[in-house]
């Protein structure tokens, strides 16, 4: 009986909690199903009749897409997050290999000169690089956005790799070696094709932070922004838009990491394990 | 020859390194020495010792965003990790698990940037989703977010509604690796629920907890996102946190010295803050 008392009482518990997580995810559907002059006129709760809402909805996804400019800064967005996710997956993976199965001295000494970029908040890299690419000419283009990107992401990148190429064992590259295959061809042939799994892992988490990054796209870019930044400059006082198209935009914005993250969940979160696993 | 071979097995980190050194290093060492200057970025730099991180110490608002990042800190210890704990804790004893999992890792799809919009439309007080479903039951509130006695709370709420699940999903693994055993001995030794919990379900959970708080504390001290989108760590900058002031001071008001030592401040912070986490991750193996 108490037991049903207590079970009945956490029910009740998460289910308050279920429905504080949803409302303002609902909330935002009544906005983009409603025209900007709509949403001036109606209720907040008051939905449109049903005969405008496809109307609504396209329109707000035009005007966002379009005179907003979400769609541009969605494919620069869409740029920079896979040339971080695979630059860095491909740089990291050439390291990690090299450390754990080439012949380099102290191997260690030279993870933990790369993995100190991890341990920085990224705040520490701001101004310099501001600087930097300013000087080199690279201000505000994608070239630059890229560079830091990709810069940012080989630490953990790296991190993954290595763990990973720990698992790996010797025996197969020296096998490879015997039979006459040179480093690259067993980097190439051999780890390349192993380390899927690292690879999704390190795709995942730095496809994620590129594409919701905020700060770095807010001071190395304007007309290059990456779509945070861009959405983060619609609600301003100046350069505003209407409420229905800014969020229009974020929906338009949350698209790809909604459904890279719902398909690959367990990546991601074995991500995370990563780091408590020895 | 041999020599020649090994050395040529470098060429593989060298892409790696020369990213780090650029994107990293350097400017991490660059930075500590801006923040010894007094710097506009049109004239040329001038020493000034320590009297930038002298500001940092001293100076209302500085202190104040110190203060609100603190809270920032504290905050979503108590509420987007104790709390988290606590619900895994409680969904690991019902039916249904997976449905409330994927409610509350929902909001951990979005970017920070939006969960700050989307909170931001609802708390509005001009046709903002709460204050318009409260005003049809005849209820009214004062603004939320220019308040700044709470508004730091609220935010710090909305990074809870945001990582919350992902935490959870965390503790729910770190709970479910735990063996049942020693549990079940203590439980006939006489040991109650709250005993059993303290003393043997915490402790096994160590990694996992070492690992949420870390990555708590790597985030929430260089807090931007969501302040900044939310109200541009206002109003004026009452609800500024150390990442915004960097912001502020070296973007806006050109201060690069100052932004510096802020930057310094908030490694410094996260260093201490991290410190045995990171020494796990670095640790030598193989």
Same mark, same amino acid.
């Given at each position: #009986? *108490?037991?049903?008392?207590?079970?009945?009482?956490?029910?009740?518990?998460?289910?308050?909690?279920?429905?504080?997580?949803?409302?303002?995810?609902?909330?935002?559907?009544?906005?983009?199903?409603?025209?900007?002059?709509?949403?001036?006129?109606?209720?907040?709760?008051?939905?449109?009749?049903?005969?405008?809402?496809?109307?609504?909805?396209?329109? *707000?996804?035009?005007?966002?897409?379009?005179?907003?400019?979400?769609?541009? *800064?969605?494919?620069?967005?869409?740029?920079?997050?896979?040339?971080?996710?695979?630059?860095?997956?491909?740089?990291?993976?050439?390291?990690?290999?090299?450390?754990?199965?080439?012949?380099?001295?102290?191997?260690?000494?030279?993870?933990?000169?790369?993995?100190?970029?991890?341990?920085?908040?990224?705040?520490?890299?701001?101004?310099?690089?501001?600087?930097?690419?300013?000087?080199?000419?690279?201000?505000?283009?994608?070239?630059?956005?890229?560079?830091?990107?990709?810069?940012?992401?080989?630490?953990?990148?790296?991190?993954?790799?290595?763990?990973?190429?720990?698992?790996?064992?010797?025996?197969?590259?020296?096998?490879?070696?015997?039979?006459?295959?040179?480093?690259?061809?067993?980097?190439?042939?051999?780890? #390349?094709?192993?380390?899927?799994?690292?690879?999704?892992?390190?795709?995942?988490?730095?496809?994620?932070?590129?594409?919701?990054?905020?700060?770095?796209?807010?001071?190395?870019?304007?007309?290059?922004?990456?779509? #945070?930044?861009?959405?983060?400059?619609?609600?301003?006082?100046?350069?505003?838009?209407?409420?229905?198209?800014?969020? #229009?935009?974020?929906?338009?914005?949350?698209?790809?990491?909604?459904?890279?993250?719902?398909?690959?969940?367990?990546?991601?979160?074995?991500?995370?394990?990563?780091?408590?696993?020895? | 020859?041999?020599?020649?071979?090994?050395?040529?097995?470098?060429?593989?980190?060298?892409?790696?390194?020369?990213?780090?050194?650029?994107?990293?290093?350097?400017?991490?060492?660059?930075?500590?020495?801006?923040?010894?200057?007094?710097?506009?970025?049109?004239?040329?730099?001038?020493?000034?010792?320590?009297?930038?991180?002298?500001?940092?110490?001293?100076?209302?608002?500085?202190?104040?965003?110190?203060?609100?990042?603190?809270?920032?800190?504290?905050?979503?210890?108590?509420?987007?990790?104790?709390?988290?704990?606590?619900?895994?804790?409680?969904?690991?004893?019902?039916?249904?698990?997976?449905?409330?999992?994927?409610?509350?890792?929902?909001?951990?799809?979005?970017?920070?940037?939006?969960?700050?919009?989307?909170?931001?439309?609802?708390?509005?007080?001009?046709?903002?989703?709460?204050?318009?479903?409260?005003?049809?039951?005849?209820?009214?509130?004062?603004?939320?977010?220019?308040?700044?006695?709470?508004?730091?709370?609220?935010?710090?709420?909305?990074?809870?509604?945001?990582?919350?699940?992902?935490?959870?999903?965390?503790?729910?693994?770190?709970?479910?690796?735990?063996?049942?055993?020693?549990?079940?001995?203590?439980?006939?030794?006489?040991?109650?629920?709250?005993?059993?919990?303290?003393?043997?379900?915490?402790?096994?959970?160590?990694?996992?907890?070492?690992?949420?708080?870390?990555?708590?504390?790597?985030?929430?001290?260089?807090?931007?996102?969501?302040?900044?989108?939310?109200?541009?760590?206002?109003?004026?900058?009452?609800?500024?946190?150390?990442?915004?002031?960097?912001?502020?001071?070296?973007?806006?008001?050109?201060?690069?010295?100052?932004?510096?030592?802020?930057?310094?401040?908030?490694?410094?912070?996260?260093?201490?803050?991290?410190?045995?986490?990171?020494?796990?991750?670095?640790?030598?193996?193989?």
């Amino acid at each position: #009986m *108490n037991r049903d008392i207590q079970k009945t009482l956490i029910y009740i518990i998460l289910i308050i909690l279920s429905i504080v997580w949803i409302f303002p995810l609902i909330s935002m559907l009544i906005i983009i199903v409603k025209s900007p002059e709509e949403f001036n006129q109606l209720h907040y709760w008051q939905i449109p009749s049903l005969s405008h809402i496809p109307r609504n909805l396209i329109t *707000n996804f035009h005007l966002a897409w379009k005179k907003s400019q979400i769609g541009k *800064n969605f494919i620069n967005s869409l740029i920079y997050a896979f040339s971080a996710g695979i630059g860095s997956a491909f740089i990291a993976s050439l390291a990690g290999f090299s450390l754990v199965h080439l012949n380099i001295k102290k191997p260690h000494i030279w993870f933990l000169g790369i993995f100190i970029g991890n341990i920085f908040p990224f705040q520490m890299f701001l101004i310099p690089l501001y600087i930097f690419l300013n000087k080199l000419g690279l201000y505000d283009t994608r070239t630059g956005l890229i560079i830091v990107y990709v810069g940012i992401c080989i630490p953990f990148a790296l991190f993954v790799y290595r763990n990973y190429a720990y698992t790996l064992p010797k025996e197969i590259f020296d096998a490879a070696k015997v039979d006459g295959a040179s480093k690259w061809k067993s980097y190439a042939k051999i780890f #390349m094709p192993m380390s899927k799994p690292a690879f999704t892992v390190v795709f995942i988490f730095q496809f994620i932070w590129t594409w919701n990054d905020l700060l770095f796209g807010l001071i190395l870019s304007e007309r290059y922004r990456p779509v #945070m930044t861009a959405l983060s400059k619609l609600q301003g006082a100046r350069g505003g838009v209407p409420v229905t198209i800014l969020i #229009m935009g974020a929906l338009i914005a949350s698209v790809p990491t909604v459904v890279l993250l719902l398909s690959l969940q367990k990546s991601f979160i074995r991500g995370f394990t990563l780091t408590t696993e020895k | 020859m041999a020599k020649l071979r090994k050395e040529f097995d470098s060429i593989f980190l060298i892409p790696a390194i020369i990213f780090v050194i650029i994107a990293e290093l350097v400017p991490v060492f660059y930075t500590t020495y801006l923040g010894f200057m007094k710097w506009d970025i049109i004239n040329p730099p001038k020493f000034v010792g320590i009297s930038n991180y002298i500001k940092v110490f001293t100076r209302p608002e500085l202190l104040n965003a110190l203060k609100n990042t603190l809270y920032w800190v504290v905050g979503t210890l108590i509420f987007a990790v104790g709390f988290a704990l606590l619900i895994a804790v409680l969904l690991s004893k019902i039916k249904g698990k997976i449905i409330f999992k994927s409610i509350f890792f929902i909001p951990s799809t979005l970017s920070p940037t939006v969960a700050a919009i989307i909170w931001r439309r609802t708390l509005s007080s001009q046709q903002g989703a709460l204050p318009s479903l409260l005003s049809l039951f005849g209820a009214h509130i004062q603004p939320i977010l220019t308040n700044t006695h709470i508004n730091t709370f609220v935010m710090i709420g909305v990074w809870t509604w945001q990582f919350f699940g992902i935490n959870l999903i965390l503790f729910l693994v770190g709970l479910e690796t735990i063996p049942q055993e020693p549990i079940e001995a203590a439980m006939i030794d006489g040991a109650n629920q709250r005993q059993t919990f303290l003393y043997i379900t915490v402790p096994l959970l160590r990694p996992i907890m070492l690992l949420v708080i870390a990555n708590s504390l790597i985030n929430t001290i260089r807090m931007f996102d969501i302040p900044w989108v939310m109200i541009q760590g206002g109003p004026g900058r009452a609800s500024e946190t150390l990442a915004i002031s960097l912001y502020r001071e070296s973007f806006l008001l050109f201060k690069m010295g100052l932004g510096s030592a802020i930057a310094v401040v908030i490694s410094i912070l996260t260093l201490l803050a991290s410190y045995r986490y990171i020494m796990i991750l670095g640790e030598r193996r193989g």
